[in-house]
């Protein structure tokens, strides 16, 4: 007979959106939270049994619940008060997984009373997934959809060649990509004090992105290990980083057919190509920790 | 014999991204431009005689050069330099249209030399379209993906009720809405002096924001207005606004089965609905004004 | 003052999906629904007075109780009955359109009894729209995402060549295409017999397509042309079809660099791009019938 | 110092589509192909030296190369025949994946000549990843986007109740998903018997549906287990097979507040939600086999 192997099962996307009020003035908290619950959950499968199914609707109920009860301190603490409940309120739950997505926004100024007006950041989106199973916690943080570019100060050149290579090497190109990261806290333990999860975010969001640009190039390998280890150095409470970074490759356009000369020099026109585009992915660790970040952060 | 009406064509979502250098501080232009060209065009449909047709790989190599020759000033101004181009160049082509999205870019601080390092902005996208039939020019400018929000000061009762009427009156709701809109200059003739396509730009969005956070709002309808009134009276150089707003619904979740008050006083939680969402459109002109925009700006 | 022009709301995006049983066999309706409403809307605008505004949560539940009391013969049967209820059931409302989305279905064999399992079609979305103003009627159906390809039986040549001309001349192309098409019926006024709507979907589809394939292409137009006055010359109830034909191009890779030949005998390998795409868009009309479709199908 | 730890890198999305010709009857081949390497890579992480890197620009050519050169005879043989070039004609690569996304056709009747027109069936997208580490092979296939639907045979019921808990059970419901499912051959070595990777395909997406349709469902974890264990039993080349499947929620709207009777009777009208939505993931086995496909087939 088959077997069940891995299993686990929530609702997906629930979309919660907190006001808090500060007087006048208003602040919001904006989520996409996904719920996954693994456990004693064979007999669901085997013969249709849910004597051990919390329903899905269930665990959306308590994430609203939840965010009315415990508020939103930030993304990573709320999902530590959701997986903490799951695991321990239901004896046939034995782990739970929590991812967030988190959409910033800004105030906008206003010449009226109050501070309510926001117009959404549209930036990356903050993510974070809180796994725990009733003695030991991971916390991943990340972000995606974070679209950098540098217009010099990027190489390619020396590299091998076989009788499929045609690139010609280039000494000065555009280098852009949009980051998909994420990172792992040390924190795994409610004895440990936990981090300022939200002080953590932002420092590591500025290092990744001085990092890159502080990086002279010569491969986007390089560049990616120079963002990780930044961030492994500066940023104690973290053990782990992947990167999954598109070469957003800025071909420059060929204008010699029409007597114009399209060099990298100043007015440098670019065609900016949607595929084939190059994929780097790699994780950066803390000197004697191990990998637990899966190698996959896309399907492609 | 089925007769041919209106027809154009040309090519669409040319991705065009020029970096000028001033010394070490580089500065990015990146649109998406698409042309659409109409005229004397009845034998390609009629026989597939191509006499007539400039290939719309042409004006894709246009594209290309032009923002090499003339450079990128503005979105407007390149749209207003291709569509000179194709209609007084080519006998068959009467009248071009050229449409343009914008991308913005903010810089990366950066402690190292040069200013070269850019973050995609990622908040609205900037349009703009260009028409030309040898004689007279419209240009309509707008935005679309530009989400905003008030937590408070908006009201909804009052209205009709019918026998399918179940909605409670509410008199503190979030208001939030992802604006699409579109404006159109009184700039027609090349006599005229032509506006400052950026600054209006920037002055246009910092109205529609302001009007939007101001206005104690007792319908999505009558924030619509204040926006596009506020325009109108602000910026002389535009004689027609039409908005095309979503009203993205959060929904207070009711949390009384789990004990809990949740109303919209401090701590509010609510739930983001996708669809279905009310769609609210509408024109605002300058009075004497013809409307010119087409009424619909999606296709739902 | 500035004016209000013209405006319109609804809800739009109601997903409305029927289950009807006949015995154990049954069957599926899976619409998209929008409605937008017009009329005596002023004062919304100027002073957020409802008034006259039927809620758009009102406009979402008479869709649903429709769905159930009149069932859905048809989408554009459906839109009918709506668009009917909306502009004579209220004074203010002068105005109504529905647009419909519609997804396909096909059964899954099944050898257990009962016929109640089904897999999404995923080909083409059908689409209607229907505006009644309490006096005429306007019905127009179309098509979106049907992508079709000839592999042989398409050239590209005797163009007009300007300075920024490349593009060689082709013999032997692959057409490919998504179609994105609307037609409006002749169906104007109550008194006038009700096409078949069901069976005219299924007659232009066909039309459609078999124009598409058999017509030795010249240039996209010119297929363009063969597939709309194919149906206009088949269709009776039909007066004018407008399509929006992205030419997806598929380009013969360059493969001399390896030695290899790729020209478009046996075995031709192709890069299927994504942008930019020619764009190509027409009307073609039964004589003496005038356009009303609008120009754009899209907004690039 | 921070190390470097799991990396790989390559060419994504490279759109070849390829025609061959038994006369006038032509065959489409239309694939999507990514392809990552890994190997002896630190030198170009830490130094940016790129002397063990071959170019993902030659990876792309070496694509459309390989696609002229050996034809396409399935996803699974073309990725097979990549895999194996990378890893043993570069030293310093050690492993090669390759992904691939197929997209089906069908053909359109033609009274004309030829068999040359086609359409994009836009169903599910077939997968197949190949894996080669220079000894021993990994074929994972699978595929996406699949939506079926049960109209009836499914119940929700005796299900753990806690203070969350709201759900009413439902003892007739819809039961709807799109299925993302891979599936891990036991074909690992060169020595063993190639599956038959097309037939192997048809015959897995037929039982798939199948069990689908016939399964009398207490819940979807049971129906996921009965798809899964159908295939392992029906199909010898395949140990493992792993779902996530999206329960697409239809909610039998509450007409009563209209006076109308909305159960799962004849012309039961459902709202079909988009978010949340629960998520059903699991592994079924062979007994005796390892799971080695990631738990995660999407990032929610």
Redesign the interface.
Known sequence: ?????????????????????DGAT?H?K?LNV?V?LSGD?DE???????????????T???V??F???H?IESAEQFGIHLARHFVT??V?IHRARV?VEEYA?ER?????E?A?????????TRLAQITYDGEQWEVVSGLK?????????SE????????????PEAYDR?LATEVSSRWRFNWTDDEQDMPDWETSYEQVRKHM??A???TY???L??T??AM??RI??HRDEID?I?FSL??KH?FL?D?E??G?K?DT???????????????????????G?E?HI???????
Chains 1, 2, 3, 4 share one sequence.
């Open positions: 007979m088959p077997i069940l192997g891995q299993n686990q099962y929530g609702k997906a996307e629930n979309r919660v959106v907190r006001i808090t009020r208003h919001i904006d996904s996954s959950m669901v499968h085997y013969s249709g049994s849910n004597a051990n199914v919390l329903p899905t609707d269930t959306k109920n308590t609203y619940a965010a009315k009860e508020g309120s239901q046939p991812r926004w906008i100024e206003n010449s009226g109050g309510h007006s926001f117009v959404r950041k549209g930036q990356e959809d974070l679209v950098v570019m540098n217009s010099t100060n390619f050149w020396g590299y091998v060649k076989d009788k499929y290579t045609t690139l555009i992105l001085q890159f640009a502080e190039s010569l491969s390998q390089q990616l290990y990780g280890a492994i150095d782990e992947r598109p070469n800025h356009v204008l057919p029409f114009l399209n020099a100043d007015g440098a026109v670019y065609f900016a190509a949607d595929r084939p585009y190059g994929l780097i992915e790699a994780t950066v660790l803390r000197d920790c990998a899966p190698v996959d952060l896309s399907n492609l």
